[in-house]
């Protein structure tokens, strides 16, 4: 290991102490969060049941049933469920916690998804399966889920609770493994538990820093531009990881990404004539590759068209969209980005218009975009076929766009694209929902996404 790694691991040490130290903070708001949510002290399992809202209590035999089930009684909820007329919905969901409380974890899952088949949003099914994760010890499926319900109801106290303890207690057992593979000296084992580390806790940017020049060094570059990425995302205007970043798309080929770093650097450096020159040459470098012109020029634009946005979405998620049977789309011929467009609009992460015309050459704004993106990720998410799964990293603080209505249509979009880090608001924690999105930032947000997938490969390595 040479000076800077050892320097860096020293840092990860005194890390380390004080997520120890976080440890007792989290157990005191577990406590004061089970002394304060309503009726969870008097359940009598070791897990908690969520409350009904009044709405809920639609017939006597399912209030029962839940009463049943936050005293302790499964067996009674059960046959008090059996007995309801309520929709499928709450009655899976009163399953899934009943043979959750007999520990039966096959029939909580099955009756959890069951509802969550029914409604994909219902919040309480999604905290009754990351609760069988947690209750299976499989702590991370259970904090994957956390990280979404914590970015689209970042209200929730409970919610918040386990994402909080797991993503500390985590970071302390991989850090703890990090410090004595570095004793032993062994560093390929001491830069994947540091790796693992930085998975529940991607705030601490000295851990991206050793993971990633550690990469770079074995020039395993794909890895290295995904640590960097990540630091940029907490230290947008970093120059030194920005310039590793812009070097390592490079060594990848990866010309169009180079330039959009390098640009950055000409806003925080105008009129430097070195980094004029390296777009320049990077731009020579982009155009030489083998892609249509009209694609190598959506990265030099102020705006982009629907049109550009569908080649973004399909030149970058080519792996992980489907080729269904197309739909007719009627003002496409001709278009540079028409399989793109076919493909996108077949899945309905774009929408066609009534008369089956797509608008290709319209100016895509901020909350459109949005939409398109909450489209994808709702794509990602239901097609995912244990290939990869989505992890997301929310904000520590919840963000309220300020110049959106909550009545706003878009606004629950708006609101979890920002909290999970997707999309950025301004200075001024507005959103701008009217104005066009940037070719770079949609590749910051594209990008986002890509290094929130992992594969089945990485999570079975845990």
Same mark, same amino acid.
């Given at each position: ?6 320097? $860096? ?7 380390? *102490? ?23 002290? $008097? ?13 809920? %209590? ?26 309801? #007329?309520? *929709? ?10 009943? %043979? ?5 974890? !096959?029939?909580? $899952? ?11 949003? #219902? ?20 904090? $994957? ?6 970015? =689209?109801?970042?209200? #929730? ?9 797991? @993503? ?19 560093? &390929? ?29 074995? &020039?395993?570059? &794909?890895?290295?531009?995904?640590? %960097? ?29 180079? *330039?959009?770093?390098? @640009? @950055? ?15 320049? &040459? ?52 001709? =278009? ?45 998410? @239901? ?7 989505? !992890? ?43 104005? =066009? ?17 992992? =594969?089945?490969?990485?999570?079975? #390595?845990?």
């Amino acid at each position: 290991m040479n000076e800077n790694h050892k320097n $860096r691991a020293l840092t990860c040490t005194n890390v380390y *102490v004080w997520v120890k130290g976080v440890i007792i903070t989290i157990v005191l708001i577990c406590i004061m969060a089970i002394t304060g949510c309503g009726g969870a002290a $008097r359940v009598n399992t070791d897990f908690y049941i969520p409350d009904l809202d009044r709405t809920q %209590y639609n017939d006597p035999y399912y209030k029962e049933g839940w009463n049943n089930l936050k005293q302790g009684k499964p067996d009674q909820a059960i046959k008090s469920f059996k007995q309801s #007329n309520s *929709v499928d919905e709450k009655l899976y969901l009163g399953f899934g916690y009943a %043979y959750l409380a007999k520990n039966k974890f !096959q029939l909580a $899952r099955r009756n959890f998804e069951k509802c969550l088949a029914i409604n994909p949003e #219902n919040l309480q099914a999604q905290f009754g399966l990351a609760t069988m994760f947690e209750l299976l010890a499989e702590r991370e499926k259970a904090f $994957r889920i956390y990280s979404r319900l914590r970015a =689209s109801h970042p209200e #929730n106290a409970w919610v918040k609770v386990r994402y909080d303890y797991i @993503k500390t207690t985590e970071t302390e057992n991989y850090l703890k493994k990090a410090e004595q593979f570095k004793i032993e000296k062994q560093l &390929e084992a001491y830069i994947n538990a540091l790796e693992e580390a930085s998975r529940y806790s991607p705030e601490i940017v000295d851990i991206k820093v050793e993971i990633a020049d550690f990469f770079a060094s074995q &020039e395993q570059y &794909e890895k290295a531009a995904r640590q %960097y990425e990540e630091i940029l995302e907490t230290l947008p205007n970093h120059q030194e990881i920005l310039l590793k970043l812009a070097a390592v798309y490079e060594k990848m080929s990866k010309f169009d990404s180079a *330039v959009v770093i390098y @640009k @950055k650097m000409q806003e925080l450096k105008p009129g430097d004539l070195e980094i004029s020159n390296k777009i320049n &040459e990077l731009k020579t470098k982009f155009y030489e590759l083998n892609l249509p012109v009209k694609f190598k020029n959506i990265f030099f634009k102020e705006k982009l068209s629907r049109e550009d946005l569908a080649a973004l979405i399909g030149y970058y998620f080519e792996t992980y969209l489907e080729s269904p049977p197309p739909v007719i789309i009627t003002d496409i011929g001709g =278009s540079f980005a028409k399989e793109n467009i076919i493909k996108v609009c077949t899945l309905k992460i774009m929408r066609l218009r009534p008369d089956h015309s797509f608008d290709r050459f319209t100016t895509v704004n901020r909350a459109v975009f949005a939409v398109v993106i909450d489209a994808l990720l709702k794509y990602l998410e @239901k097609h995912k076929t244990g290939a990869y799964s989505l !992890q997301f990293t929310p904000l520590d603080e919840v963000i309220e766009p300020t110049d959106i209505s909550p009545l706003h249509k878009d606004y629950e979009i708006i609101k979890f694209l920002v909290n999970s880090g997707i999309m950025k608001l301004d200075a001024g924690s507005n959103f701008n929902p009217t104005r =066009s999105i940037s070719p770079s930032e949609a590749l910051v947000a594209i990008k986002k996404i890509l290094n929130s997938i992992r =594969s089945a490969i990485d999570i079975g #390595n845990q």
